[in-house]
C-alpha cells in the first residue's frame, strides 16, 4: 500500500462548512477510488479555514482484472450449416476481435444446454499516479457545498468550467513522496487557458508566523512531515488539537470559574489555523443591562464568550485570536473598543424604550407587515387573542389563567417596534418579557411572551424546559400563547399554499410544527380529569380564524394543516428514539379502526400510547409479530365482506371459535379496566396474550364459511378482536407476515 496526501489550499472557508466539507473529502474519495479498483484505506481528513487536508492508503497500482463479455446463443450465431452469422460477427467486431477467438460456454450454470458466445477481456492495471488525477478531479466535483463561487477555473476533465467554495491556491498530491501530477487552468472565453494550480509538494504555513519566515513554502514527502511543518509554522492542521488548544486556553482566562461556551468553541476552532485565548473587561457601567443583551453582543455578534465573576454579572469575555498571542494586549484593546460601541448602542436602545410601555406599542404593529397576504402583526395579535379565547371555551384554562394569556397574547409581538429588537432581532420575544418584568406585569404574562417563540428544539429537555420547571401556572400561560402563535403561522401560511417541500422550509413551518407538539407534550401539564388539548380542533380553529383571507379552499387547509401536524407529531416521537412502526401503528391507528383514537385529538394520551406499546413489544416482540400476521389477514378478510352486528355465541361451530370469543370478552373486560386507570400497558399486555387463541383460530376455524349466518359471526369475532387493539395501536403496522 502507498500514502496518498492531498491538501487542497483555498481562501479561507466560512467555519461551519469545514466539517461537512472534511467529511465528504474522505467518502466521495474512498467512493471514487473503489470503483476504479484502488481501495482505499485508513482514510483521514483533517481542515483549517484555508485546507482541506485528505491522507489515506491506496494500492500502488490496480490489479489485472478479467470482465466476461457475453455475446448471443449458438442457436442466433450459427446458421443450420454452422457457419457464423452477422451476430456472431458483429459482437466480436464490437470487440476488437476474429469471430474464432471467441469463447463458448453455458451462461447459466443452471442450463448448460444454452451455450453462448464469450469474450475474456483483459485489463492490466495502472499505476495509481495515472488514475489518481482523474479521482481528484471527480472528487473535487462531487464536493457539495452551501454556496458555489465561480472563479473563472476549468479542469480538463471533460466538464470544462470548474466552480468551488473558494479559490484554490495551491494543491499537494503526493504518492509515496512522488508529486502526481494535477492541474487547474484559467477559464478563458469560456475555453481552456493557462495552468493557474498545479499540484506539487509545497504547502503553506500560517499567513503572518513566524514573523521572520512567514509566506515561505513548506516542501513535504509525507503527511507526517505536512503536519509536523505546518505545526512548526503555526497551523495546527489537526482539528482535534486545536480543540483541546481553545479548551485550555478558556479554560486558563476563565481562571477555574464554570462557563457556558454557547456553542462557540468549536466553531472558533474552524475559524482560525492557531488559536489563542484572549479575555478583554466589559466596563462597569454596562454591567446593569439584562443580561440577554450583554449575552447577545458577546455572542452573536462578536463571537465572543462571556465571563461572569461570582455574583454573577458579565465582567469580561473571552475570544480567540489567529496567533501566538503576542500582540495580545493590542489586539484586545481592539475588541474592548467594538465591544464598548455596541454596549454603548444597546444601553440607549434600552433607555429608549423603557420610556413608553409595551402595551402602548401593540398598536404600532399595524405598521409591521407579518406577511403581505396575512396582514400586521398587529392582524396576527387579535388572531392569537382569539384563539387563546377559545382554548379557554375548550376549557383548558382557568379564568384568571385566560386572562393573564389573552393579555400576553395581545403584547407577544409588540417588542418588533422597539429599538432593541430592531437592532438584535435575536432578541424578539426576550426583551418583550424583560420589558414587562421591568413595568411590574404579572410574572406568568411576562413569562409567556418572553418564551412564546419556543419551544425551537425537538429534544425534551430543551428550552425552555429548565427556565419553566415547577412553575406550573406560568406554564400554562406559556403553553396556551405559544401554540397559539405557532397554529395561526402555520394556518396562514398553509392558507397561502406555502407548504414546506424536500428541504425547502423558508418560513421555518415545519420547526412551527414540531413546537406546537412540543408545547403540549412537554409543557401541557393537566390535572386530573382535566380537558386535553385537541390539536386537529385547534387547527381548525386557527383557519377559521383566518376568515377569507386565504387563497386556498378552507377545507383543504384544514386537511393539509392536520395531516402535517400528524408528520411532525411523528417526527417528534421518532426523534426520541421510538421505531417508526410503533409510531405510526399508534398515531395512524384511526386509519384502520373507527374505535380507535386521533392522535392529534390527545397528543399526550398517544405518546403514553407509543411508550408503553414500546415497553411491551420490547417483553413480547414474536407475540406481537405473530398478531401483526395474524391481523393483517384478518383485515384482509374484513375489507371485503360485511360482518354481523354483534357476536352470537349460539353459532359457533368450533372450539377455537369459543376459545377466541371468551379470550376476547375478557380482555375486552380488562382493557375497560386499564383504559379507566390510564395503564395502557397492562392493557397490552393482556392483549399480547390473544396470540394462542388468534392462530388456533385461523388454524381450526375456516372463516368464509358457506352458511352466510355463520360467516357473517366469524367475521364479527374477527371485528371485535381487532377493535381491542385499535384503542392502542393498529397492530399489522408492526410487521409480521401473513
Known amino acids: ?76 450465431a450459427k446458421d443450420p450449416s454452422g457457419k457464423w452469422t452477422g451476430a456472431a460477427e458483429g459482437f466480436a467486431r464490437k470487440n476488437a476481435v476474429g469471430v474464432e477467438e471467441l469463447q463458448e460456454a453455458p451462461r ?46 476549468w479542469i480538463d476533465d471533460g466538464r470544462g468550467a470548474f466552480p468551488f467554495g473558494r479559490p484554490v491556491r495551491w494543491f499537494v498530491a503526493l504518492l509515496d513522496g512522488r508529486v502526481v501530477p494535477f492541474a487547474i487552468h484559467a477559464l478563458e472565453a469560456g475555453a481552456k487557458g493557462d495552468v493557474v494550480v498545479e499540484s506539487g509538494s509545497l504547502s503553506r504555513g500560517h499567513r503572518f508566523l513566524p514573523r521572520e519566515t512567514a509566506g515561505q513554502p513548506l516542501s513535504v514527502t509525507s503527511f507526517a512531515e505536512l503536519r509536523d511543518g505546518l505545526r512548526r509554522r503555526f497551523v495546527m492542521v489537526d482539528p482535534a488539537e486545536r480543540q483541546e488548544r481553545v479548551e485550555e486556553g478558556l479554560r486558563a482566562v476563565a481562571s477555574g470559574a464554570e462557563v457556558d461556551d454557547h456553542g462557540l468553541t468549536r466553531e472558533w476552532r474552524d475559524l482560525v489555523e492557531y488559536p489563542t485565548v484572549v479575555a478583554g473587561e466589559v466596563p462597569s457601567e454596562f454591567r446593569s443591562l439584562p443580561i440577554e443583551v450583554l449575552e447577545t453582543v458577546l455572542t452573536h455578534h462578536q463571537k465572543y464568550i462571556p465571563l461572569r465573576d461570582a455574583d454573577g454579572q458579565v465582567a469580561r469575555f473571552a475570544a480567540v485570536v489567529n496567533g501566538d498571542g503576542a500582540s495580545a494586549p493590542e489586539i484586545v484593546r481592539g475588541m474592548e473598543r467594538v465591544v464598548v460601541a455596541r454596549l454603548r448602542d444597546g444601553a440607549f436602545f434600552f433607555g429608549e424604550d423603557r420610556k413608553r410601555r409595551l402595551a402602548d406599542r401593540v398598536e404600532d404593529l399595524a405598521g409591521v407587515t407579518f406577511h403581505r397576504g396575512l396582514g400586521s402583526y398587529r392582524d396576527k395579535a387579535d388572531r392569537m387573542v382569539r384563539l387563546v379565547g377559545i382554548m379557554g371555551e375548550m376549557g383548558l384554562l382557568d379564568a384568571p389563567s385566560r386572562a393573564s ?62 427556565a419553566l420547571a415547577g412553575r406550573d401556572a406560568e406554564t400554562r400561560v406559556f403553553a396556551v400563547v405559544a401554540l397559539a402563535d405557532k397554529l395561526d403561522t402555520l394556518a396562514g401560511y398553509f392558507g397561502l399554499g406555502e407548504r414546506p417541500t424536500g428541504s425547502r422550509d423558508p418560513f421555518g413551518l415545519r420547526r412551527a410544527g414540531q413546537g406546537a407538539v412540543r408545547v403540549v407534550l412537554d409543557f401541557w401539564r393537566p390535572g386530573d380529569g382535566e380537558p386535553r388539548p385537541d390539536l386537529e380542533r385547534l387547527a381548525v380553529a386557527a383557519v377559521q380564524g383566518h376568515g377569507d383571507g386565504l387563497k386556498r379552499p378552507p377545507d383543504e387547509v384544514r386537511s393539509a394543516l392536520v395531516q402535517f401536524l400528524l408528520e411532525r407529531f411523528q417526527y417528534v416521537l421518532e426523534s426520541r428514539g421510538f421505531p417508526p412502526e410503533e409510531v405510526k401503528a399508534v398515531l395512524r391507528a384511526d386509519e384502520a379502526g373507527a374505535t380507535s383514537v386521533r392522535a392529534l385529538a390527545d397528543p399526550l394520551d398517544a405518546a403514553r400510547r407509543v411508550a408503553a406499546l414500546h415497553r411491551v413489544r420490547a417483553d413480547s416482540r414474536e407475540d406481537f409479530e405473530a398478531l401483526a400476521a395474524a391481523f393483517k389477514r384478518a383485515k384482509n378478510i374484513l375489507s371485503e365482506q360485511e360482518p354481523a352486528p354483534k357476536v352470537d355465541p349460539a353459532l359457533f361451530e368450533d372450539d377455537a371459535e369459543r376459545d377466541l370469543h371468551r379470550a376476547v370478552t375478557s380482555a375486552a373486560a380488562a382493557a375497560a379496566s386499564a383504559n379507566a386507570a390510564g395503564d395502557d400497558e397492562t392493557h397490552l399486555r393482556g392483549l399480547a396474550g390473544l396470540r394462542g387463541p388468534v392462530d388456533r383460530f385461523f388454524d381450526d ?37 401473513s
Open 701 to 737: 376455524v375456516l372463516v368464509m364459511a358457506e352458511d352466510p349466518g355463520i360467516r357473517g359471526n366469524r367475521l364479527a369475532l374477527l371485528r371485535d378482536t381487532l377493535s381491542l387493539f385499535y384503542r392502542i395501536a393498529d397492530i399489522q403496522k408492526l410487521g409480521g407476515s
Open 405 to 466: 394569556a389573552e393579555q400576553a397574547a395581545r403584547l407577544a409581538k409588540a417588542d418588533l417596534t422597539t429599538l432593541m429588537v430592531g437592532e438584535f432581532p435575536e432578541l424578539q420575544g426576550i426583551m418583550g418579557g424583560i420589558y414587562l418584568e421591568a413595568e411590574g406585569a404579572a410574572v406568568e404574562v411576562a413569562t409567556a411572551v418572553r418564551w412564546h417563540y419556543h419551544p425551537v428544539a425537538v429534544e425534551e429537555g430543551a428550552a425552555p424546559a429548565a
Open 1 to 76: 500500500m502507498a500514502e496518498l496526501v492531498v491538501e487542497i489550499g483555498v481562501e479561507e472557508m466560512p467555519a461551519p462548512w469545514l466539517p461537512g466539507l472534511a467529511r465528504q473529502l474522505g467518502s466521495r474519495f474512498a467512493e471514487v477510488a473503489g470503483k476504479e479498483h484502488l481501495a482505499a484505506t485508513d482514510v483521514g481528513t483533517y481542515w483549517t479555514p484555508r485546507r482541506l487536508v485528505l491522507r489515506a492508503e491506496i494500492p500502488g497500482r490496480q490489479p489485472d482484472r478479467e470482465e466476461h463479455v457475453w455475446g448471443p446463443s449458438l442457436k442466433v
Open 108 to 153: 447459466n450454470p443452471a442450463r448448460p444446454e444454452e451455450t453462448h458466445l464469450l469474450f475474456v477481456r483483459k485489463t492490466a492495471g495502472a499505476d495509481a499516479a495515472e488514475v489518481l488525477p482523474e479521482l481528484f478531479a471527480s472528487t473535487l466535483r462531487a464536493l457539495a457545498f452551501p454556496k458555489r463561487m465561480s472563479w473563472d477555473a
